[in-house]
């Protein structure tokens, strides 16, 4: 038993909930074989080409992102990041920003024809921060949605691995939806049976799977204390490591294009965490607004129009 749906056709509902009037873009979904067979997928909004591509954060997929590009009226790129959505897994489960990086730079360069605004949020947007650093000339400006290097992982990030360390399967997606709903995700009921549609698939056997690799990554570690023991002092080496080389690659993008910080003042960055992002890139700009991490999810009209203010296209 496989899924046959039309993966666009929660757009209407989207554009009327949102109070966005006119025609809905032309979208389409992309696919990219990598060079080491991988595949890269993506979605492509409105009938030019793209001039803002975005990347979502750990456990999301590109969909994430629909009703904020709605609102941006400006044709668009969303990729799920590998290891999510219609992207392959990687067997390393290596999902951090700078091994990331190669893979979205491909699927820039394959699918837009012009330097970017390039918006990542939390994973997304430390893996935009290493594709600015690494290739300046696909972006113009960067924005990265709640996240810093470095920042601490037993604050409100750490209830996303516990929602995804249950079961790997579930006998129907109305019991990934009230999983959802009792962790406060997904906002209204009708919202997370959305999200949990298009974040997994029916096996051939009949159950449900979220799409991403992350759940089977975390319900693993969870299963198996040792592996966890060993998957956290891997974890505290690859961090230790990752926040002085995200600062690193947040400061080189600021070098060459303008970056800006959108954070959600309930979201998972603290105000010292925002101090320090001022502190090592006093040039770049600071947006605080009333959401928690997913700032697409909850304000995506008024973020959809401060991407299209960026994109110079208001």
């Given at each position: 038993m496989t899924d046959v749906f039309d993966e666009f056709s929660f757009l209407p509902a989207q554009a009327a909930e949102a109070g966005i009037a006119g025609d809905l873009p032309a979208a389409e979904r992309l696919d990219l074989t990598l060079a080491d067979g991988r595949t890269l997928s993506a979605l492509r909004y409105g009938g030019a080409a793209?001039?803002?591509?975005?990347?979502?954060?750990?456990?999301?997929?590109?969909?994430?992102?629909?009703?904020?590009?709605?609102?941006?009226?400006?044709?668009?790129?969303?990729?799920?990041?590998?290891?999510?959505?219609?992207?392959?897994?990687?067997?390393?489960a290596a999902y951090v920003?700078?091994?990331?990086?190669?893979?979205?730079?491909?699927?820039?360069?394959?699918?837009?024809?012009?330097?970017?605004?390039?918006?990542?949020?939390?994973?997304?947007?430390?893996?935009?921060?290493?594709?600015?650093?690494?290739?300046?000339?696909?972006?113009?400006?960067?924005?990265?949605?709640?996240?810093?290097?470095?920042?601490d992982p037993n604050g409100g990030a750490s209830q996303i691995r516990e929602f995804f360390a249950g079961p790997t399967d579930w006998a129907d997606r109305d019991e990934l939806v009230d999983r959802a709903l009792s962790f406060g995700l997904g906002g209204s009921r009708a919202a997370a049976e959305r999200g949990v549609f298009l974040n997994s698939r029916v096996r051939e056997d009949g159950r449900v799977e979220w799409k991403h690799h992350f759940a089977h990554i975390a319900n693993r570690l969870a299963a198996d204390p040792d592996a966890a023991a060993q998957a956290a002092a891997q974890q505290d080496a690859v961090s230790a490591v990752l926040a002085d080389g995200g600062w690193d690659d947040l400061a080189a993008a600021a070098a060459g294009v303008p970056v800006t910080l959108i954070r959600g003042d309930q979201g998972y960055l603290t105000d010292d965490d925002q101090a320090e992002f001022s502190r090592r890139l006093p040039a770049a700009s600071v947006v605080v607004v009333p959401a928690g991490h997913n700032v697409q999810e909850q304000l995506p009209v008024e973020l959809g129009r401060r991407l299209r203010e960026a994109a110079g296209t208001a």
């Open positions: 793209p001039e803002i591509t975005l990347l979502h954060g750990a456990g999301l997929n590109a969909h994430t992102w629909d009703t904020t590009i709605l609102a941006a009226g400006v044709p668009a790129l969303a990729i799920d990041l590998p290891g999510h959505g219609d992207s392959s897994w990687r067997e390393d920003g700078r091994v990331l990086a190669p893979d979205v730079i491909a699927g820039i360069q394959a699918w837009t024809d012009r330097p970017q605004l390039l918006v990542g949020q939390s994973l997304g947007g430390l893996t935009a921060a290493a594709v600015t650093a690494s290739r300046p000339d696909l972006v113009r400006a960067l924005v990265v949605i709640d996240i810093t290097p470095g920042i």
